[in-house]
């Protein structure tokens, strides 16, 4: 069923069409329906990016006026829907059943979202169908108006399939697990930096310079020097490549020839600057690589980190040593502060990709290759915006399943969206419908950068935390109180503790200046033994799913200590008997101790397997960030 140009100026006509596209999609229509029932807003909408949308409300005043309106990507699952009819506000009173309206059957109004996803599968013509107003009754949900828009002919959204493994091996492996680096164009004037962020790397590597006054200082540092990639005896995984914007595609062309793996464009002054030439020159960039089967990353970009190997060490500034943490950004410059910040929170990263552009590799590329590397266990990402939504929504909902996605997006604002433009030319979405996304994928959505290394942290050292009920442990009473207030505010409960475990604690618990109920606090706790006894009924408690454990590093009479007088010894202990999540946070309450104190505390303690986390709200939040991802895949 088409929408015809006379139909669409007919307001009548354009509504009973409309209304034939709902009863197509299964839907019940009366447009003289005159019941009152809970009034619903059902919209299947398209969107640039992520392409069929379904939109749910309750009531257009809802929907439109207070923007209470939820989202998801279309193909919806049944746990989607019922997602979708249980998330706006006013749905926890609207279902039970407000004043006289009795409560609607929520099972068909989860069947109607779901129809509206079947529909929009089947006819992608169909870019807009809202169905208001439609209204939930205990009996059913009956349609009574509705208004489309319809593009005869438009086309389906289709995902890129996941990449194939060839021989076994991903076809990104060798960019990411190079056996030998070349680098193009390495200048003695910028120190041959290029050159020394593969110094470490223990393969053949090699220096490409058609210039050959840069070949002696190259020497110097070791490298072998070629005037063309093509004269290099050997074969060739990964390029470095830092030359003018006009000499790339000639670049391009010897490395299609000599077969290799993957090329690192650092050159900027493609689409980004917004000239014909610029992207004339992205153009070619795109189809040089797609035609000869090249895996490019950027251009505009910092390139691979990868330390266990030693290629891209300017981005962290360590090698020799991984963790299994890997990042994708954006960003060149956050993706320094990634490297820089990992080693600072003691997770040393696994992989690191710069991407820049991501004209050729997109971030679902990269998505999908850290979703099967069985070293990278929690995947963080740093975007401005996506160039092919659905790719995204399917790799990102794909690898979910199985591993921690982290994501950091900018971009939210009219004025930050112009500034993405000029940056990487990325594609944004509203904030409301990408955040919905998210839910829908099961990622975890971050704010900032410490949010992804904190959250990180926990998932990485902490065992899966599937309940919200909070033992904590503070410093004072003050503190205790601070605690119970920020922890609840942040959706977890600090239950009474069972009455055995209040027995067992005070057998051993000074009363007199200290707290036993939950938080627990006091001076009776500088003694070892009452201290590790109230750890153990802690862990023991059957009301108890994570232990929270408040810290404060001091240094008196030179001597570290970290709370009543103990230092980390005894809570590292305590982690190897530990049979729940145990988390500490350091306190950022004055006095501060040193620097260097602190990070030496913090670096025992992580070492020790204790995730420790910097104040008491961060904590929190990266606590109830972790729960829930462990809460969402349980279900």
């Known amino acids: 069923m088409t929408l015809t140009k006379t139909a669409s100026r007919n307001p009548s006509s354009a509504v009973e069409q409309a209304l034939g596209l709902a009863e197509a999609a299964g839907l019940r229509v009366d447009p003289k329906v005159r019941r009152l029932g809970v009034e619903l807003y059902l919209s299947l909408e398209h969107d ?23 989202y998801r990507v279309v193909p919806l699952t049944p746990k989607d829907a019922r997602e979708m009819v249980q998330e706006p506000k006013a749905a926890h009173t609207l279902l039970q059943g407000y004043r006289n309206l009795g409560a609607p059957n929520r099972d068909a109004i989860e069947q109607a979202v779901l129809a509206l996803s079947r529909f929009a599968e089947q006819h992608p013509e169909v870019q807009r169908l809202t169905l208001w107003p439609a209204f939930a009754f205990p009996d059913g949900v009956v349609v009574k108006s509705a208004t489309a828009v319809v593009i005869p002919g438009a086309p389906p959204s ?17 960019l990411f697990n190079p056996r030998s680096v070349a680098v193009v164009g390495s200048k003695k004037m910028d120190n041959h930096s290029w050159l020394r962020t593969v110094l470490p790397f223990k393969g053949p590597k090699y220096h490409v310079n058609v210039d050959r006054s840069e070949w002696p200082s190259a020497e110097e540092l070791g490298f072998p020097n070629y005037a063309s990639l093509l004269d290099i005896p050997g074969d060739v995984d990964y390029v470095i490549v830092s030359v003018p914007a006009q000499v790339v595609p000639r670049v391009l062309r010897d490395c299609i020839a000599k077969k290799v793996a993957g090329v690192h464009l650092y050159t900027a002054g493609f689409s980004e600057t917004g000239t014909e030439e610029g992207i004339r020159l992205e153009n070619q960039v795109v189809k040089m690589a797609k035609e000869g089967g090249l895996n490019v990353v950027g251009p505009n970009c910092m390139g691979i980190f990868n330390p266990k190997l030693g290629v891209g060490v300017n981005l962290g500034g360590y090698y020799g040593e991984s963790g299994h943490l890997s990042i994708l950004s954006h960003s060149g410059s956050q993706s320094a502060a990634f490297g820089q910040g990992s080693a600072f929170h003691n997770i040393k990263m696994n992989k690191l990709v710069s991407m820049g552009n991501g004209v050729v590799l997109d971030s679902y590329d990269y998505i999908d290759y850290y979703g099967q590397d069985p070293e990278t266990t929690v995947i963080g990402m740093y975007l401005e915006g996506v160039r092919d939504g659905r790719s995204y929504f399917e790799a990102l909902r794909r690898v979910s399943k199985t591993k921690p996605m982290l994501v950091w997006k900018v971009g939210e604002t009219e004025d930050a969206g112009r500034a993405v433009a000029s940056h990487s030319t990325s594609g944004v979405t509203k904030p409301a419908l990408w955040d919905a996304m998210l839910r829908q994928c099961g990622a975890v959505k971050v704010d900032n950068m410490d949010d992804l290394f904190e959250t990180a942290k926990l998932l990485l050292n902490m065992p899966p935390a599937r309940g919200n009920r909070l033992g904590v442990l503070a410093l004072s009473g003050g503190h205790a109180t601070e605690c119970a207030n920020v922890f609840s505010k942040a959706g977890f409960s600090i239950p009474r503790l069972a009455e055995d475990s209040y027995k067992r604690i005070l057998e051993h618990f000074n009363i007199v200046g200290s707290t036993y109920t939950n938080p627990i606090e006091g001076r009776t706790l500088s003694d070892a033994f009452n201290m590790n006894n109230v750890l153990d009924v802690l862990n023991d408690d059957p009301n108890v799913d994570i232990i929270v454990h408040e810290v404060q590093v001091s240094n008196r009479n030179n001597r570290v200590t970290v709370f009543r007088g103990h230092n980390p010894d005894i809570f590292c202990e305590f982690r190897k008997r530990a049979k729940k999540p145990y988390v500490v946070a350091l306190s950022t309450a004055y006095p501060y101790a040193p620097p260097e104190v602190t990070a030496a505390v913090y670096k025992q303690l992580m070492d020790a397997g204790v995730p420790a986390i ?14 829930d991802y462990y809460q969402t895949r349980a279900k």
């Open 48 to 70: 640039p990016l992520f392409g069929p949308v379904v939109a749910f409300g309750y009531g257009r005043m809802g929907a439109e006026v207070w923007d209470d309106v939820t």
């Open 158 to 174: 289709t995902p890129l399939p996941p990449h194939p493994l060839v021989n076994g091996m991903h076809r990104l492996e060798r």
């Open 614 to 627: 910097i104040g008491i709200a961060p904590c929190a939040s990266a606590l109830k960030r972790a729960v």
